[in-house]
């Protein structure tokens, strides 16, 4: 446990502790003296049905799941394989389902190779739409919002089931921290912003008011500041 007795709760399909470096930093910056804690390797379903207690100092559960995780040490043919990432994926389902109300779960849907991945992320996301207490990242998610140039490692997954890259497990850390840690980061209340290459493209003073340039990404922000004014954040222009 943390000097305050919350902890960080983490279980993956795959070998997690690459992530601890990151998280850390992410606690760090958020003002949280917490302890990160590792469920045993590959040990999802059985974290699932661990009873949880409330008010046991958990800030939240996070799964991380590669589906073709589930099948590393079959045996079985490409068919049987494929049905059994099917219903590994229907437990997976009923286990979050019924998971005992404590600390809010976060299920992380980890780039893969198989082509059932795609499916089975498909099927939990619907299936848990209307869950309070879940809520599903994608991989497609993870990708488009963090993209990286090496994300396989296939030596250290061969070796150690470290599937990636450093640098993908940085990604991770940062969408659990963003996704999970963010409803305790200070509520921001003023919105800074400088105006030229900011607000629009170029600057005022050299180019005048014809000579700048407001395209759809400058048109963006500018809605984006909008929309915080009137959700009544103070927004301010700080420039030369």
């Excluded at 170029?202 to 340039?213: C, K, P, S």
Aim: overall charge negative; some cysteine.
């Amino acid at each position: 446990m943390g000097l305050t007795g919350e902890y960080l709760q983490g279980t993956a399909t795959f070998t997690v502790e690459p992530l601890t470096e990151s998280l850390q930093f992410w606690l760090d910056q958020v003002g949280k003296q917490a302890a990160i804690q590792f469920g045993g390797y590959n040990q999802v379903f059985q974290e699932l049905m661990r009873p949880a207690i409330p008010d046991d100092g958990c800030l939240a559960r996070v799964f991380l799941i590669r589906p073709e995780d589930w099948v590393r040490f079959s045996n079985e043919s490409e068919t049987n394989v494929d049905a059994l990432i099917d219903r590994t994926a229907t437990e997976l389902i009923d286990g979050l389902r019924s998971a005992t109300v404590g600390a809010p779960i976060t299920v992380i849907f980890c780039p893969g190779t198989h082509s059932a991945t795609v499916a089975v992320e498909r099927r939990v996301c619907e299936a848990l739409t209307d869950s309070t207490l879940v809520q599903v990242i994608s991989s497609d998610w993870i990708s488009a919002h963090y993209p990286v140039r090496e994300l396989h490692d296939p030596d250290s997954d061969r070796e150690g089931h470290i599937p990636y890259h450093p640098e993908f497990y940085t990604v991770l850390a940062t969408v659990i921290a963003r996704r999970c840690l963010r409803d305790f980061l200070p509520t921001p209340k003023v919105l800074v912003l400088d105006a030229d290459n900011t607000l629009w493209k170029g600057a005022v003073g050299e180019l005048g008011r014809v000579g700048i340039e407001i395209s759809k990404p400058y048109q963006s922000l500018q809605r984006l500041a909008l929309s915080q004014k009137d959700a009544g954040l103070l927004v301010a222009v700080c420039s030369k």
